[in-house]
Structure formats: structure tokens, C-alpha cells
């Protein structure tokens, strides 16, 4: 049973991914700033027309870009869980692996002092 | 005094038992609001180090594997893992690319629940980090003293 649900687990993880690898390939880009609506396009292609006299400059057209695209407050947030969500998958995996080479590490030998447990109840 | 190491010990617990509530909610507080204020769900996770070892110093290496069992620790990881790669997948289910945001409507602005995948991506993140982080916590716990793998349940 056990090897059964792994195997079908497995395969379930490999038909998403064909899936995925078919349905994203003839896709078009996303966020090259072509389509929004506050003149970053325009800032980029000629960045000294843009009016930084002021602090809140370029910090004010961030803000607002990222309020129009996520609708999040937090712009680190929201570049760490949506237009860089693939990196941040990747670092969540790193965690499993250290879970997995920490058990192999620390109990390959057996630690033989078994009079030191300092359990008190 | 004569029994100065046991009032030490009641102090110790007590301050443990005073802490522990707090940092679970201080926990949640983080990944919860990670879409509103600085943090999110790595920040939020790791301050579960801070749980275990506050349980562990408080009520001593049983109790701590009495509440928090490793192979359920475990099993939550890949179930957080996996929740979070369906949520990439819905983008491109709906006709969007991989991990877009396409339920970022819902709510209003600076509201709790707003900002779509964000959020429930946050809590995915965050339930996989506490887990990942408790559950090497427990090994190093284990490790000192003097435990086999095989006693961890």
C-alpha cells in the first residue's frame, strides 16, 4: 500500500509537470512593463524625463506599480512570493534537504551515552 | 538555602511556561501579517527554534517529544511543499504563468486577507518553515541526549 501511494504520488508529480511544461511553453512573457498603466515604460526608455526632485521619486512609482500588480503592501513580500516566487520555492526545498542530511549526519554513529538524559518528569 | 537548585528549577519553568504562549502568537502575528508588515513566513518560521528550546528548557527532553512528534513534523513539511507548488500551478491552470498572482482582487487594500496567492503563499512558507525548523531542533535535542533515530517518533 505504502509502495503503491509513493509510486502513484510520483507519477502524479511527473504528469503535472509535462503538463505544466506543455501549457507554459507557447505562453507570452509577463511583466516587461509594456502594459502598465503609470508611465514606467516610458521611465525606462527615457529615464532624465522622469521628475526625481522630490524623495519620494522613483519609491513613490515602485509602490504604486507593485499596489496595481498585487494589490500588497508590502512590496519585499510581494517580490519574494509573486514575481520571484520560483527562487522562493527553490529555497524552501533547501530546508527539506537540510532536514534530510541533518538525520543522516548526526545518526550515523551511535552516541553510546546513555546516562546523560537529564529528563526530569 | 538547601533547596536552591529545585527553586531554581520552578523559576526556570515558570518563565518558560510565561514565554511560550507569546511566541507562538508572536509566530503567527508574523506570517499572518507578512503581506502588511516586514516579515513573512521564513522570519515567522524560525523563531520555532525559540519554542523548542524554551519547552525543552522548561520541561526537560520527554515532554518535548511527548508534544511535538518528528515523523508528524516531517509529514507536514512535504504536505506544506506541496501545497505551495499547487498554488504556483494554479497560474498555470487559469491560463497564467507559473506562480502569478491570480487572485490578487480579493480584498480590499491593506486589509488581512488581500493580495491573493501572497498570503496563502506566506502561510505555506511559514507551516513549512516551523516544521522544517522544529523538526531539526528536535534532532539536535535528540543528539544531546543521546537518543537513536529510531526512538523518534
Given at each position: ?5 509513493t ?7 511527473l ?26 515604460y516610458?521611465l ?29 503592501v ?15 520555492m ?32 | ?7 531554581k ?30 516579515g ?26 511527548h ?28 491560463g ?35 516544521t522544517?525548523?522544529?523538526s ?18
Open positions: 500500500m505504502k509502495k503503491f501511494l509510486w502513484f504520488c510520483l507519477a502524479a508529480f504528469l503535472v509537470g509535462v503538463y505544466a511544461a506543455v501549457t507554459m511553453a507557447g505562453m507570452p512573457r509577463t511583466y516587461d512593463g509594456r502594459e502598465a498603466n503609470v508611465s514606467a516610458e525606462r526608455r527615457d529615464p532624465a524625463s522622469y521628475d526625481d526632485s522630490t524623495a519620494d521619486g522613483a519609491a513613490a512609482a515602485i509602490v504604486q506599480q507593485n499596489l496595481d500588480k498585487t494589490h500588497a508590502n512590496d519585499v513580500t510581494s517580490i519574494v512570493f509573486d514575481f520571484r516566487g520560483y527562487d522562493t527553490g529555497e524552501a526545498f533547501i530546508l527539506i534537504t537540510a532536514v534530510a542530511g541533518a538525520t543522516v549526519i548526526l545518526f550515523t554513529k551511535k552516541t553510546g551515552k546513555k546516562e546523560g538524559e537529564n529528563d526530569e518528569e | 538555602m538547601k533547596n536552591n537548585i529545585r527553586v528549577r520552578v523559576i526556570q519553568r515558570c518563565g518558560c511556561d510565561a514565554i511560550l504562549p507569546l511566541c507562538l502568537v508572536y509566530i503567527f502575528y508574523i506570517i499572518l501579517h507578512g503581506h502588511l508588515s516586514p513573512g513566513g521564513f522570519q515567522g518560521g524560525v523563531l520555532m527554534t525559540a519554542v523548542v528550546i524554551l519547552m525543552y528548557l522548561g520541561h526537560g527532553y520527554a515532554a518535548t517529544t508534544a511535538l512528534s518528528f515523523n508528524r513534523l516531517h509529514g507536514a513539511e512535504g504536505l506544506a511543499s506541496t501545497a505551495y507548488v499547487a498554488l504556483a500551478m494554479m497560474g498555470v491552470a487559469a497564467a504563468q507559473f506562480c502569478e498572482n491570480i487572485l490578487y482582487t480579493h480584498g480590499a487594500i491593506g486589509q488581512l486577507y488581500s493580495s491573493g496567492t501572497i498570503f496563502w503563499m506566506n502561510v505555506t512558507v511559514g507551516l513549512k518553515v516551523i522544517g525548523i522544529g531539526i531542533t528536535l534532532l539536535m535535542l535528540g543528539v544531546l541526549n543521546g537518543q537513536d533515530v529510531d526512538n523518534l517518533k
